[in-house]
């Protein structure tokens, strides 16, 4: 399963939920807001960081762009839409709005 | 690779419709086929041709009017039309408005939904 | 692709009343239900709130989904699911959850099926599409 996360962690419970929900082999994709989740030392990071032990998490590297995100959690692959269609193939889809 | 695209939210409120975009692009560019996509919520905005954004920025309903124009089935929820005051005099050309169970059936007949919203 | 019936869930996410989403969503379940499609719901975070017995949107002027909810398995959408979690963290109980309609055979009113995150992961892992509404 794809889980797709697109709203900001600080303010939104989505990440959480995903998190929650999440199993085995499951992929991460962090989109619009959701990029936030990536950034390195913020009161959530630690998410991310967790769930990096177990699952690949990606964020498209056009909303990291947009947003000025420089300094991202190490582990977290910057992905393009490209990237979201090939992990369609292999995944169903799963958005936490 | 057969995708139902399901959008949630109207144009420039939330990123939905954009994302949504960027996929579908992409995917088509893959040789994948865009199977369906369905507005519903405040999604059945995006088709409303009377959007008129400053010049320098993107026409989403235009967008989608050329992906209808291209083959794609560009369908509105009626239901959630008629709530918010999109008819089909308002509609951009190769788009339309049909029933919850176009998505029913799109859903049935595609390998992929993916849901775009807030 | 298999021929047997397409698995969709269903999930409701967000709180009732204040936004559209709870009461639209219940218009697609009845929908997709009729479709022949497996259909599961699940009602995960605020989506739990819209589960509440005892809601009454009189006085705000406006229509709601209760009576619709009530009527759930009425139109054959029957696996519905409450989050455990999602309840315990908003101090609800089976007690506070609304009927959804009747058991299709004891004729009994049945509410939401309480489940565990784990359980629930489980049914979406199992699912050919996940509608978020």
């Given amino acids: 399963m794809l889980h797709t996360v697109n709203k900001s962690p600080y303010s939104n419970t989505a990440l959480e939920s995903c998190l929650r929900f999440i199993q085995q082999d499951d992929v991460i994709l962090l989109l619009e807001d959701g990029v936030y989740a990536a950034a390195n030392g913020t009161r959530i990071s630690h998410l991310i960081e967790k769930a990096l032990d177990t699952h690949s998490v990606y964020a498209i590297q056009a909303d990291v762009k947009a947003r000025g995100l420089q300094d991202l959690i190490t582990g977290v692959k910057l992905a393009d839409y490209q990237d979201f269609v090939k992990l369609l193939e292999t995944h169903r889809s799963n958005a936490w709005l | ?118 | 692709m298999s021929e047997s019936p397409k698995k969709v869930m269903i999930t409701v996410r967000k709180a009732p009343h204040g936004s559209i989403y709870v009461q639209e969503a219940i218009e697609v379940m009845f929908i997709v239900a009729s479709f022949g499609m497996e259909l599961s719901v699940a009602f995960i975070d605020d989506g739990v709130l819209a589960l509440k017995s005892g809601q009454d949107t009189g006085e705000l002027g406006i229509k709601g989904f209760m009576a619709s909810l009530g009527a759930l398995t009425d139109f054959e959408v029957t696996k519905v699911y409450a989050d455990q979690q999602s309840l315990d963290d908003r101090n609800l109980s089976e007690d506070d959850l609304v009927f959804i309609g009747e058991d299709e055979e004891t004729e009994e009113p049945v509410k939401a099926k309480i489940t565990s995150s784990e359980n629930i992961a489980k049914m979406m892992a199992e699912q050919d599409s996940i509608m978020s509404l």
Avoid at chain 2, 37 to 51: A, E, L, P, R, T
Avoid at chain 2, 60 to 77: F, M, P, Q, T
Avoid at chain 2, 86 to 106: F, Y
């Fill in chain 2, 1 to 118: 690779m057969k995708l139902t695209i399901l959008i949630l939210e109207g144009p420039y409120n939330h990123q939905a419709s954009d994302s949504a975009y960027q996929l579908i692009q992409a995917s088509l560019a893959s040789g994948h086929e865009i199977h369906g996509v369905f507005f519903y919520h405040d999604g059945v905005y995006n088709v409303n041709k009377q959007m008129d954004p400053p010049q320098d920025d993107r026409h989403i309903a235009n967008r989608w009017a050329e992906l209808g124009k291209s083959g794609i089935d560009i369908v509105v929820c009626i239901a959630a039309a008629k709530r918010r005051g999109i008819t089909d005099e308002v509609l951009v050309p190769d788009t339309r408005i049909s029933g919850l169970g176009q998505l029913a059936k799109m859903t049935m007949e595609s390998d992929r939904l993916v849901v775009f919203g807030d």
